[in-house]
């Protein structure tokens, strides 16, 4: 079973609307970490927002926000007023917590933002 | 530079030869990993060394595939007898802290095996 499911290859957004990035986990840790990264055509991975399980509250950073459904084991990303820029791909990952060992992250397949003016 | 650097950045080799992909991380960020991502997937985790100790290499497809960190700054993936299923992106990331610090990654290394 996949850990990380992204349900959506491609997304279209028209500039200065908001969007939400599906993203499904698989855990059985009670310790974990959701991360949000942006990959643009030059390839560099920029990480945008984490969360951890245990964080109360839903992560924001600037235009970019996290709806994390504990139950549902749902991480969406939502962007807010989207800007021509945010066209790329956009991966959901998580960090499994294992007692005395350091994780690493798995990946989503990833979805494709295209932003039209 | 500040952040990560990898070189080179595009690599073509013909199948059965051998590639070297050096990754130079964030100064002070004692974890490094390796991933490789291969055309229209996620990137998949292949090694993690904590300063110059490989502590997990179990993403590591085949004895082929060999990396290194000697002296905990620098890391080195070796590819032997290449095949054309390794052609991907080989992507580097650093973080300051192992499990829960940010990974900071490079533009990585796309491999063309012919």
């Known amino acids: 079973a996949q850990k990380i499911t992204q349900t959506q290859p491609g997304m279209f957004v028209q500039e200065k609307e908001a969007v939400t990035l599906d993203c499904t986990y698989d855990t059985s840790d009670q310790s974990y970490g959701l991360f949000w990264y942006k990959q643009p055509s030059s390839g560099e991975m920029i990480f945008l927002i984490y969360?951890?399980?245990?964080?109360?509250q839903n992560a924001t950073e600037g235009r970019y926000s996290l709806n994390f459904q504990k139950a549902r084991k749902s991480a969406n990303l939502v962007i807010s007023a989207s800007q021509l820029g945010d066209s790329a791909m956009y991966f959901c990952?998580?960090?499994?917590?294992?007692?005395?060992?350091?994780?690493?992250?798995?990946f989503g397949k990833g979805t494709k933002l295209s932003v039209k003016p | 530079g500040a952040g990560v650097s990898q070189s080179p950045r595009y690599k073509v080799a013909k199948r059965g030869q051998d590639v070297a992909l050096r990754c130079d991380p964030i100064?002070?960020?004692?974890?490094l990993f390796w991933y490789q991502q291969a055309l229209g997937q996620g990137p998949e985790f292949l090694t993690y060394f904590q300063n110059e100790a490989q502590l997990d290499k179990s993403g590591l497809p085949s004895d082929r595939f060999f990396a290194e960190r000697p002296e905990g700054s620098v890391s080195t993936l070796k590819i032997q007898r290449t095949q054309q299923e390794d052609s991907a992106v080989y992507l580097c990331a650093s973080s300051f802290r192992g499990l829960t610090g940010e990974l900071f990654f490079g533009e990585g290394s796309r491999l063309t095996v012919l």
């Open positions: 990952a998580m960090r499994e917590g294992r007692r005395g060992s350091q994780g690493n992250l798995i």
């Open positions: 969360q951890g399980s245990y964080d109360e």
């Open positions: 100064s002070g960020h004692v974890s």
